[in-house]
C-alpha cells in the first residue's frame, strides 16, 4: 500500500469516526443509530503443515522440478511467495502465520544435514530455519518427525528459529512439566485508525504416536500427553491469561482413529479436541496429508463453531483463516470465521527464500547424484506391492545379510533369518547402468535404522494375515484393476512383505484367513507353529508403527544403523546391482489357489 493510499484510508476513518461520535440531526429516526452494527475488525492467519524439508520446487529423487499427476508444486520458497502476497494485501492489517509440524525430515536436502553433515557436528544452521526464518513465522509446532534424530540436533534446530516452537503434551518424565513452549499469546494490532491490540493464543499439540516411532530418541526421557486432555487443560489457562482467540496448531489428523493399538492416546483426534473442548476459535492441523479446506466441527459444551483447516503437504497449499471480531461489553468476540485454500502451483519461488538457502540445495544435489554402482537391468518398484520384485527383495538381501553376519557366533546364529521390508514407493527405479544415491533414497525414503527379534512360525503367519489386509477382496472370477486393488485406508507403507518363507496371500479370502500357503523356502514343508525365526526389521515397525502383531519385542540385533546407508554401502562394496545375486520369489497373490489376477 503506498503512503498517499494509506493517508486517503486515514482521512476516510477520520470522518466516519467524527461521524459516529457527531450528535443526531434533529427529526432523524432514532431506529437509524439503533441499527448500526458493532464497529468491526478482521485478522488473517495463513497455516502450513507437513513441509518435510521442502524449501525448493524440487524432486531430488529425480534430479529435476517437482512436478506430479496434478501440477502440484512444493516448497516453503512457494509457501513465501503467498504469504508475502497475502501480508502486501492486507497491508497494517494483522496476518499470523503458523505452521503445524513435521517440518526438519523428508528430502535429501534435511536428510543431508541430520546425517552427512549433522548441524549438532558443524553448527550449521539448518535449512529449514534458513527457509522458515525468512518467511518470519509467529510459531510452529513440532511434528512427530522432529524427534526423528534425537533430542540434541532437535533442540539446535529449534535455538536457530526467530520464532517458538511449541509442543504443549510433550512432558519430561524427570520432571512432569512441559518439555517446550506449550503455548504463545501473541499481542496484535488490528490496524485502522485507532488500531485497537487483540490477545491471541496459539496452542502446540504434538503426536503422542512419538513415543513407538522414536522410542529409541524419547524413552526415559519425554512422555506424551493424551491431545484432547492437554487442550482442556490449557486452553482455559489461555483465556485466563488474557487470549482473545484461541487457536491449535496440532500435529495429527482429524479421523479418530490410530494407526497403533489403544496403549498410546489417540492419533488423529482434531475433531474429538474441537467437539470436546470449549474456548477454541479454530485448529491448523497436519499429519494425516489430507486437503481440508473448511470444515466446522461443534462444540458440545458452548454450541460454538470450531473452525479446523489442513493445508495437504510437502508446502503445496496454504490454509487461509479469516475472522472478524468486535469488541462487545468490553470483550472480544469472533462474530464469523472462514478457511480458504490456495495453491502453491500458482506463483514462483520467492527468491530471498531461495538465496537462503541455494548453497545447502546445490551441496544436497551434488551429493544424491554421486554414482554408488551400476544395475545390470532397469529395476521397479512399480509392481512391488502385488508381485515379487527384484528391488523390494534387494533391501530384504541386505537386511537379512546384514542381520545373519552380525548374530554368527551369538545363540541365535543358527536361526533362519528372514526379512521385512515395504513398498514405500511406486515410483522407484534403478535404471540400467548408473545408480546413484538418490536412486536408492527414492526407494527407501525413510530414515529408519534395522533392528531384529525373534518370531515364532506362529507369529510369522499372523504377521503375514495382518499385513495382508492391505487388499480388497476380489472373488476368483472378478476383474481386478491392479491401481484399485489395495485397501484405500491401508497406506502402502504399512503392507509388508517377508522373504526366507514361501507363501500365497490368496485375496478371495476374507481378512485374517488370506494365507493359505506357509512353507519353508522351496520346499513343501509347512512352517511349524513352534518353529523359531530371526526377523530383521525397521525401527519404525518393530517399535509398534503400523500396529503390526507380534513384532514389539527386545530387539536381538539393534547397532543403529540407518537402512538406507546400508543399502548405499552394499551397492559401493559391490559395484554392480544384479538381480541374480538377490531376486528370490518367494511369495505371490492369488485367487482360489490360482496366481495371478
Do not use: C
Not at 29 to 52: I, N, Q
Not at 144 to 171: K, S, V
Not at 303 to 332: C, I, Y
Amino acid at each position: 500500500m503506498t503512503s498517499s493510499s494509506g493517508a486517503s484510508r486515514r482521512q476516510v476513518l477520520a470522518v466516519a469516526a467524527a461521524a459516529a461520535t457527531a450528535p443526531l440531526i434533529a427529526g432523524a429516526p432514532a431506529r437509524a443509530a439503533e441499527s448500526k452494527g458493532p464497529k468491526t475488525w478482521d485478522l488473517t492467519v495463513l497455516g502450513t503443515s507437513d513441509t518435510h524439508g521442502n524449501v525448493y520446487n524440487w524432486d531430488y529423487y529425480k534430479d529435476a522440478e517437482f512436478d506430479d499427476s496434478k501440477h502440484n508444486d512444493v516448497g516453503v520458497a512457494k509457501l513465501a511467495t503467498l504469504v508475502n502476497q497475502i501480508r502486501a494485501e492486507r497491508g497494517s492489517k494483522p496476518t499470523l502465520v503458523l505452521d503445524a509440524g513435521d517440518t526438519i525430515q523428508g528430502t535429501p536436502l534435511a536428510t543431508y544435514y541430520a546425517k552427512q553433515e549433522p548441524i549438532t557436528t558443524t553448527g550449521e544452521t539448518h535449512p529449514m530455519a534458513n527457509a522458515m526464518n525468512v518467511l518470519k513465522y509467529d510459531a510452529v509446532t513440532l511434528g512427530n518427525h522432529e524427534f526423528n534424530y534425537g533430542l540434541p540436533l532437535l533442540a539446535q534446530w529449534i535455538g536457530q528459529l526467530g520464532f517458538p516452537a511449541l509442543a504443549a503434551n510433550a512432558i519430561n518424565e524427570a520432571t512432569g512439566k512441559p518439555a517446550f513452549l506449550p503455548y504463545v499469546i501473541k499481542k496484535v494490532a488490528l490496524g485502522g485508525y485507532d488500531s485497537p491490540t487483540i490477545k491471541v493464543g496459539i496452542l502446540g499439540l504434538t503426536n503422542p504416536g512419538v513415543a513407538i516411532w522414536d522410542k529409541a530418541n524419547v524413552e526415559g526421557k519425554l512422555v506424551f500427553a493424551d491431545m484432547i486432555a492437554t487442550a482442556a487443560k490449557w486452553v482455559p489457562i489461555m483465556r485466563e491469561r488474557g487470549a482473545d482467540v484461541v487457536i491449535i496448531s496440532a500435529h495429527g489428523g482429524d479421523s479418530g482413529t490410530s494407526s497403533y493399538g489403544p496403549e498410546l492416546p489417540n492419533e488423529n483426534p482434531v475433531a474429538l479436541i474441537a467437539e470436546q473442548v470449549p474456548g477454541i476459535d479454530a485448529i491448523l492441523f497436519g499429519h494425516a496429508h489430507n486437503e481440508v479446506v473448511q470444515k466446522f466441527v461443534t462444540n458440545t459444551a458452548s454450541g460454538e463453531q470450531v473452525l479446523t483447516s489442513e493445508p495437504s503437504k510437502w508446502g503445496q497449499r496454504l490454509t487461509r483463516m479469516d475472522f472478524t471480531v468486535a469488541k462487545q461489553n468490553g470483550r472480544w468476540t469472533v462474530l464469523s470465521k472462514s478457511a480458504t485454500m490456495l495453491n502453491t502451483n500458482t506463483v514462483v519461488e520467492d527468491p530471498a527464500v531461495l538465496a537462503a538457502v541455494r548453497g545447502q540445495h546445490t551441496k544436497t544435489v551434488s551429493y544424491v547424484n554421486t554414482v554408488v554402482a551400476r544395475s545390470s537391468v532397469e529395476l521397479s518398484a512399480a509392481e512391488s506391492r502385488y508381485k515379487d520384485t527384484p528391488i523390494l527383495d534387494f533391501i530384504n538381501h541386505v537386511q537379512t545379510e546384514v542381520v545373519t553376519g552380525a548374530l554368527a557366533g551369538t545363540a541365535y546364529a543358527g536361526l533362519p533369518v528372514l526379512s521385512i521390508a515395504a513398498p514405500f514407493s511406486r515410483t522407484a527405479i534403478f535404471p540400467q547402468g548408473d545408480v546413484r544415491i538418490r536412486d536408492v533414497a527414492g526407494l527407501y525414503v525413510y530414515d529408519n535404522t534395522l533392528e531384529a527379534v525373534v518370531l515364532t512360525g506362529a507369529e510369522v503367519k499372523a504377521y503375514l494375515e495382518y499385513s495382508a489386509k492391505y487388499f480388497q477382496t476380489f472373488a476368483a472370477g472378478d476383474t481386478v484393476d491392479p491401481a484399485n486393488i489395495s485397501d484405500p485406508l491401508v497406506p502402502d507403507y504399512n503392507y509388508d512383505v517377508i522373504s526366507g518363507v514361501d507363501y500365497d496371500i490368496d485375496i478371495s479370502k476374507p481378512v485374517g484367513q488370506r494365507i493359505t500357503r506357509l512353507v519353508l523356502p522351496g520346499t513343501d514343508t509347512p512352517v511349524a507353529a513352534d518353529a523359531q525365526f530371526v526377523i530383521a526389521v525397521n525401527n519404525y515397525r518393530r517399535s509398534g508403527g503400523g500396529n503390526f502383531p507380534g513384532i514389539v519385542k527386545t530387539q536381538v540385533y539393534n547397532q543403529q544403523q540407518e537402512i538406507r546407508q546400508l543399502l548405499i554401502d552394499w551397492a559401493q562394496a559391490k559395484g554392480v546391482i544384479d538381480p541374480a545375486d538377490f531376486f528370490v520369489p518367494n511369495w505371490r497373490v492369488v485367487r482360489e489357489g490360482v496366481p495371478g489376477f
